[in-house]
């Protein structure tokens, strides 16, 4: 089906309309006070969210109206992906971050065919990085660079070189919250107690940028469980046109989906799926989310 869409051309829509949300986004002056909440009072939402998520699906379903579309803030128990084009959106990936004025802010937008991540555009509009991918054509940063930035090294020293992206994201009790806990003390301590002791572990608050750090090569990992489709749809295409690799957060899948709920991105380099099995034997117990 991707034979027949007109790629380039939905691409080039898609980075105008990145554009257009991110001066809506540095135009806003949002605060810890005016954000809402939605599962909980880490779990944030502002007008901002809407109003650009509004932007974005109106102008998609005005030039492709035969094309579905996911947002996050639209988003209903029980929509699944199928396998029409389907445009998924985040029209702000660190909520927090926005609302406390730190700038690790993407507006994340992806096309999704065949339930297989085909285009994404990640736009900081603060630092204005843009990263874009179109599936079996490259990686860049703000159109011109490719990425990975640099020619990526091998895990000589596998998982302990690395420098690991996780996030405790909203959920902060259950099963879950345990697994993040107590994996992140095993990547963190050392060899001798039966740690992975990675060089560091940093939590930044934006998935789609994290992802889109893994596929530039600065971060060498990054693993998270129950963030959406939406945080992670347009940098996954980014990743592996960077080289990288996406696999579960639980032990022993190789084979993620973009809804799945549980990621592990790994940058390009000889030897990642050494670092992917060496992540999963440090994963203290199974993450239940997307199961
Ligand atoms: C956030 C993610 C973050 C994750 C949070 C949340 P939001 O997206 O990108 O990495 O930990 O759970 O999903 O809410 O800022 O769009």
């Known amino acids: 089906m991707t034979d027949q869409l007109p790629l380039q051309e939905i691409h080039d829509f898609m980075i105008e309309i990145a ?15 005016a954000a809402g909440n939605k599962k909980n009072s880490v779990d944030l939402v502002t007008e901002t969210d809407r109003a650009v998520e509004k932007l974005v699906s109106t102008s998609l379903r005005e030039k492709y109206p035969d094309f579905d579309f996911m947002g996050e803030e639209t988003y209903k128990p029980g929509d699944t992906i199928t396998d029409a084009p389907t445009f998924i959106c985040d029209p702000i990936d660190g ?8 700038p690790y802010v993407c507006i994340s937008l992806g096309l999704a065919v065949n339930r297989v991540p085909t285009i994404g555009v990640v736009f900081n509009p603060f630092t204005k990085q843009l990263y874009t991918a179109i599936k079996g054509q490259g990686a860049f940063l703000d159109q011109k660079t490719r990425l990975p930035l640099s020619t990526p090294t091998a895990f000589e020293d596998g998982l302990s070189s690395c420098l690991v992206a996780v ?33 560091g572990l940093r939590s930044f608050g934006s998935a789609a940028l994290n ?36 696999a579960d957060a639980n032990p022993g899948n190789w084979k993620p989906t ?34």
């Not at 554009?19 to 006070?33: C, L, N, Q, V, Y």
């Not at 909520?95 to 730190?102: A, K, L, Q, S």
């Not at 405790?168 to 002791?197: C, H, I, P």
């Not at 998270?224 to 996406?246: K, P, R």
């Open 167 to 199: 996030e405790w994201g909203a959920d902060r009790s259950g099963n879950d919250f345990a697994v993040k806990s107590k994996t992140f003390e095993n990547l963190a301590k050392t060899k001798e107690q039966g740690g992975g002791m990675v060089h």
């Open 211 to 246: 992802i889109c750090g893994v596929a530039s090569g600065g971060l060498d990992v990054y693993w998270e469980a129950g963030c959406w489709a939406w945080d992670v749809c347009a940098a996954w295409v980014i990743l592996y046109e960077a080289g990288g690799i996406m």
């Open 95 to 102: 909520t927090t971050n926005f609302v406390h004025r730190y």
């Open 258 to 291: 973009v809804d799945g709920r549980r990621y592990m991105a790994v940058r390009a380099g000889e030897g990642q799926e050494k670092v992917v099995e060496q992540f999963w034997s440090l994963v203290e117990g199974k993450f239940e989310v997307g199961l």
């Open 19 to 33: 554009h257009k949300a991110g001066e809506m986004i540095t135009a806003a002056h949002p605060s810890t006070g």
